[in-house]
Nanobody, 127 residues
Framework: QLQLVESGGGLVQPGGSLRLSCAAS????????IGWFRQAPGKEREVVSC????????NYGDSVRGRFTISRDNANNTVYLQMNSLTPEDTAVYYC????????????????????WGQGTQVTVAS
């Protein structure tokens, strides 16, 4: 079973940047499409981004498009989420997810299309 581990969260000021990482602790993740989601207190989990196995396809949620960039380094078995121009509205727990054996991002990026999740990493944007 694919076990994912997120890292890189923390406290950042508005306008700042963070880079999150997603790695696999029990298997390789470079075979699969990887999605990033986030969940703020009292809100539903929402899509942030997705990247295909080879990295040739990426997609973003409307709220982060143009500010966040997803990428992957398959040689190092890691997927990254570069987050720029952060605002307090970006405060949430961020999760990476996969749905083995799918190598492509689903047409509809919703949490229900993914079945392997990490434990999440907290991102707090505040002054």
């Amino acid at each position: 079973q694919l076990q994912l581990v997120e890292s890189g969260g923390g406290l950042v000021q508005p306008g700042g940047s963070l880079r999150l990482s997603c790695a696999a602790s029990s298997a390789t993740l470079n075979k699969y499409a990887i999605g990033w989601f986030r969940q703020a207190p009292g809100k539903e989990r929402e899509v942030v981004s997705c990247i295909s196995r080879g990295g040739g396809f990426t997609n973003y949620g409307d709220s982060v498009r143009g500010r966040f960039t997803i990428s992957r380094d398959n040689a190092n078995n890691t997927v990254y989420l570069q987050m720029n121009s952060l605002t307090p509205e970006d405060t949430a727990v961020y999760y990476c997810a996969a749905n083995p054996p799918l190598a492509l991002c689903p047409n509809t990026l919703v949490p229900g299309r993914f079945n392997s999740w990490g434990q999440g990493t907290q991102v707090t944007v505040a002054s």
